[in-house]
């Protein structure tokens, strides 16, 4: 079965300073691999997603993620961290393409609180 | 482009009594999904449709959720009888298709459903 672990609940970062918000996977062949953002009372809004090519991934607001095989991994990162960055970043993967469904499992979420 | 619309934005009810959600996907989007997230978790599929018909509701209490999407467009998710342990917020999601490369998903900005 797919699953996906983010093994942080919280992240703290001061305002300028780089940020990574972790993301493990388990999944039987390639991966699909996404990441949102919420913010309070909002919908989840895409940022980026890993399908295939470069394991370097770049999405919105200045986000890129990094995809790992040998790890397992799908970290999310920004070179410099912005106040409004504040919200809960989930992680996601999905069948690869020809599954029956490409429903999202959605790991538990990490709250980034970038301090001024 | 409009986004995926959801009503009503809030809901309290008593245990035991009935509600209902509804989601308009965004126009020509084929499959419509509803999430649950309860506070602290990731949002958890209930059911997925592809047009008017159903994809996956594996993870559904059918004793007391239903869902249906008529004419293949807007949906209802109706919780009867209610009980403290559904609160949470209700996500709707719509793509172009189910299986299908990377098609993304968009998210309504769901109902928070309070149970008391």
């Known amino acids: 079965a797919q699953s996906v672990a983010q093994p942080e609940d919280q992240v703290n970062v001061a305002e300028g300073n780089p940020l990574t918000v972790k993301c493990t996977y388990s999944?039987?062949?390639?991966?699909?691999l996404f990441w949102y953002v919420q913010y309070p009372n909002r919908g989840l809004q895409f940022l980026l997603k890993?399908?295939?090519?470069?394991?370097l991934v770049k999405g919105s607001y200045g986000f890129e993620a990094e995809f790992n095989k040998s790890q397992t991994s799908f970290h999310l990162k920004k070179p410099s961290a912005l106040v409004s960055d504040s919200a809960l970043y989930f992680c996601?993967?999905?069948?690869?393409?020809?599954?029956?469904?490409?429903?999202?499992?959605f790991g538990t979420g990490t709250l980034l609180a970038v301090q001024p | 482009e409009a986004g995926v619309a959801q009503s009503p934005r809030y809901k309290i009810i008593e245990k035991r009594q009935s509600v209902a959600f509804w989601c308009n996907p965004i126009?020509?989007?084929?499959?419509l999904y509803w999430y649950q997230q309860i506070l602290g978790q990731g949002p958890k599929l209930l059911i997925q449709?592809?047009?008017?018909?159903?994809?996956?509701d594996s993870q559904l209490p059918k004793d007391r959720f239903s869902a249906e999407r008529l004419k293949g467009v807007d949906s209802t998710l109706k919780i009867q009888p209610a009980k403290l342990e559904d609160s949470a917020v209700y996500l709707c999601?719509?793509?172009?298709?189910?299986?299908?490369?990377?098609?993304?998903?968009?998210f309504g900005s769901g109902t928070r459903l309070t149970v008391v």
């Open positions: 999601a719509s793509s172009l298709a189910t299986g299908s490369g990377n098609y993304g998903y968009t």
């Open positions: 999944v039987s062949g390639n991966p699909y």
């Open positions: 890993y399908i295939t090519g470069d394991n």
């Open positions: 996601a993967v999905r069948e690869p393409y020809g599954g029956a469904t490409n429903k999202l499992i």
């Open positions: 126009s020509g989007h084929a499959t």
């Open positions: 449709f592809q047009n008017n018909g159903v994809v996956d």
